[in-house]
């Protein structure tokens, strides 16, 4: 039996809608595997040198971020960075964090947190020899800077007071030590893997893709609802 134009016209529309909604559901399904990646935790890979794997006057590749660092050098500037979220701490504690610049060899610098900051300065000479993990420069202030202060822990802030190369984003240090390997020690803070936030949990978007995908289905089904119907009821398919 011949269709008419108007149910044609219908399949036409179902069709788009239908792959719309695939498409949608596709899209949350995305979203559910980027929830799931976001909880998992990887494990790292041995320390590397931070000259292996960044280069100063150069943003931070993707891959960098978050790796186990080793770096050596003689510090040459200190600064406060007030009202500092710790890192894994999920609560709405804040501390004044203690960043130094570390000189490397070649006039390359790079910002490193060394801890909590102490009420009296630590003095620190020579070469020292730091390891830790390799952050994303901050992009958002965390307080009003002054006088020796980082509004944020961002070498762009600090690039007009040194005519060193500095290296894009900061170590937060786990271990200092002297040349001769005297260890160095402060109030140290954590030092995880960032995370990426993801909104949603997983089975709240795999609930949105049977969701999608059931209304592609329907919509799908209808013209040939409507005619099977016409057709039950005794009404004649127009020609």
């Not at 016209?9 to 995305?30: D, E, M, P, R, Y």
């Not at 570390?102 to 730091?130: H, P």
Request: charged share 20%; no cysteine; net charge positive.
């Amino acid at each position: 039996m011949k269709r008419s134009k108007s149910f044609f016209a219908q399949l036409l529309v179902a069709l788009l809608l239908s792959l719309t909604f695939i498409g949608l559901g596709n899209w949350q399904l995305n979203r559910a595997r980027d929830v799931k990646a976001s909880n998992q935790v990887i494990a790292d890979a041995p320390r590397i040198s931070l000259e292996i794997i960044a280069d100063a006057n150069s943003n931070l590749a993707p891959d960098a971020i978050n790796k186990l660092v080793s770096v050596s050098g003689k510090y040459v500037k200190t600064f406060t960075a007030p009202q500092q979220k710790l890192p894994g701490d999920k609560s709405s504690n804040k501390a004044n964090l203690e960043v130094r610049l570390l000189e490397l060899s070649g006039a390359r610098g790079v910002l490193v947190v060394r801890g909590v900051e102490s009420l009296e300065s630590q003095e620190i000479t020579g070469e020292i020899k730091i390891k830790g993990r390799l952050y994303p420069r901050q992009t958002a202030d965390s307080a009003k800077a002054g006088e020796g202060e980082l509004s944020r822990i961002d070498p762009a802030l600090v690039v007009g007071q040194t005519k060193l190369s500095l290296f894009d984003g900061y170590v937060v240090a786990t271990s200092e030590a002297t040349k001769l390997g005297e260890e160095i020690l402060t109030t140290r803070i954590a030092a995880p893997q960032l995370k990426s936030k993801v909104p949603g949990n997983y089975w709240q978007h795999i609930s949105y893709v049977f969701i999608w995908w059931l209304m592609a289905l329907i919509v799908l089904l209808a013209p040939f609802y409507n005619s099977m119907k016409e057709r039950q009821s005794g009404g004649k398919v127009a020609l």
